[in-house]
């Protein structure tokens, strides 16, 4: 069910968050990416009038930067909401803050909700989305418990707030190693894909089961996937934890891709 408006009266929609709504490893034609919440913008857009091939009526943009931690979202993206007053925000934060040692998810959804109560004086709709289950995702499987603390924490300020939720966790086609790209931190243009349908249905749009059975392919062998393994942990998660332990992100010298709201 939809909080607060209808899905047809959505006319502008606003992205805030990290990379996971940035859109990375979705790359677009342009040199950029795409991700699942241009995909839902346009999902979106379709239900809303056009006129002889000209733009939808629908204004989108996306303020998400990649490596933004929860307090950086409060406060770069959330004011500009206020500003832009769209029908629809969606708010993902906080994967940043959980996943760094020592933090504590109890306190990383009191910052949230504090946010979503901003959020709320100037926002329509307002859409979140769980955190991943990471059984299957190596050393990231250990953090599954804190995980799974602050979706609960998120389920509950959905409650509260009366928002939409998209329920990433129990999207089981996202335990396909073809849900994600390469470096098994980001998604693959088909993971956003199931992503922007799962966030439509949150919203009450008529979409493609996100959750469809993925084609059928030959098994890996133990001695595949030890390589691929070992593959990834050279190529991506040991530069990754190198970062984290220097204070660095990847979206230090990074702008929002789309700060304006505009038509799609």
């Not at 990471?134 to 804190?146: F, S």
Request: charged content about 30%; overall charge negative.
């Amino acid at each position: 069910m939809v909080a607060q408006t209808e899905t047809h009266d959505l006319a502008s929609y606003v992205a805030l968050g990290d990379s996971f709504t940035e859109g990375l490893n979705d790359p677009d034609p342009h040199g950029g990416f795409t991700g699942w919440a241009d995909r839902l913008a346009r999902l979106l857009a379709e239900g809303r009038p056009r006129t002889d091939g000209g733009p939808y009526d629908f204004r989108y943009a996306n303020l998400a930067v990649r490596g933004r931690l929860l307090e950086q979202i409060v406060a770069d993206q959330v004011p500009e909401v206020r500003r832009m007053e769209p029908d629809l925000v969606s708010f993902t934060a906080g994967g940043n803050d959980i996943l760094r040692p020592g933090s504590d998810p109890d306190e990383v959804a009191e910052r949230f909700e504090a946010a979503v109560v901003q959020l709320r004086e100037t926002a329509g709709t307002i859409l979140i989305c769980t955190g991943f289950d990471t059984r299957d995702t190596p050393v990231l499987k250990h953090l599954r418990g804190k995980i799974a603390t602050y979706n609960a924490h998120l389920r509950a300020i959905a409650d509260r707030n009366d928002l939409a939720v998209a329920d990433i966790w129990a999207l089981r086609a996202m335990r396909d190693r073809r849900a994600w790209s390469e470096d098994r931190l980001h998604l693959s243009p088909e993971g956003h894909q199931r992503v922007a349908l799962l966030a439509g249905r949150a919203l009450g749009l008529s979409t493609d089961n996100p959750d469809a059975p993925w084609p059928t392919t030959p098994a890996h062998t133990a001695a595949e996937l030890r390589r691929e393994n070992l593959h990834w942990a050279r190529e991506h998660l040991l530069p990754w934890v190198g970062r984290r332990l220097r204070g660095e992100s990847s979206g230090d010298l990074v702008e929002a891709k789309r700060p304006d709201l505009l038509p799609l």
